[in-house]
DNA sequence: CGTGGTTTTGATCATAATCAACGTCTGTGG
DNA sequence: CCACAGACGTTGATTATGATCAAAACCACG
């Protein structure tokens, strides 16, 4: 197993794991912090296509050999172990176990990705801020962190791209679920009031 | 190579090839026709995530063993190949290629359903619209058929519930794609009036 | 033919984008 | 330690886009 293990690298608060375009024969996997994922457009524009913390994957559309579909950054200081594809490929053959697992995580992903299409085409800005909030809340449980309390890594902007809104529609929608006694955030700190009103508010049918 | 073919499918316009909540251990190659997949709310209501033809896959989503996330209804008589996901991996840890190939498949559906989440995050319903049938067009032409006409298999609400808008939107988008002399659609009959100005009006830095 | 389902068009309304101003936080150098 | 610059966050006013409601037109098919 261990000959797999590349290198345990750390990268600094916004530094790069890899950029859209680089060739990579690596599968990362978070150790401790986070990152966001984004591709890039022509005019320097940004779009974040997803929020990775420890435990996570990464690197997962590049697995083929083609390039890095996105860029990863990293939200705060981090470490990530970083795998050989091409290592992991020869060892999985000998241990169809690994590569189930492998499947499982490429096929987990797609669902995610077509999870977050139907939200996001089907709910308005406040549900989908709540939605992230509570997916958030879900991460940091899942993690034995407090579900209630936490705090985000990321700046409005990100989120609202995340979103697929503009930052001051983030604004007023934070404004807005903090009137409905759902959720209160104060810059960075994340206070979920009522995790089960939360829920039920997010549960609209898909 | 055989042996991994369980069976040629049969499905009528409008059956199922496989529902929503069913294990399948299961992959499926479209031979001829093709398909909508959809998600279903409580509601009764339907939500189309992705429509395929002929030399697509299905059921990557459910490749873990794990039940179909989705359904995929024909839009048309076709045929399937079925392909027995547990003979595929027996095969595939005697044949490398045919595993890197599987890994291809499944990493591309990832980058395909990321792009979508971008493209529809960040485009009008009427560019929407415009990317919808360029994109048909381009696979069409994959195809060996006409890139300038062809025959939508799906009904304006199908579209509409893909593209994330209502179906009257899709109509107002058509009547606009036409005044711009880049698309006439009428009924189901497309005809792209100019296919690099419609490739150019789709290109707008993601 | 009619009947039910699609498709189209129109009028009005709701949501989020946009433009603009102001407040707040963070890190840096004096 | 404070002052400052620049990024980030919030709020308000106005506009644009697409949703919604409603009514025709069209079509496919028994």
Redesign the pocket.
Known sequence: MDELIVCNLRIGRGAALYHAGTASRHLYFIRLGSFKTLYCCEQGHQLVTGFAMSNQALGLEAITGECHACSALALEDSEVMSISYSGLERLAQDMPALQANLNRLLSREIRRSQHMLITWGH??????LAIFVLGLSRRFAARGYSAHHFV?R???????SFI????????????QLRELQLVN????NVEIIHLAQLEAFCQRGY
Request: net charge neutral; glycine share 6%; aromatic share 4%.
């Open positions: 709910y308005s800005a406040q549900e989908r985000l990321m700046s409005r902007e990100d989120i609202a697929g809104v503009r930052s001051e529609t983030i604004c007023r929608s934070i404004t955030i104060e810059g960075r």
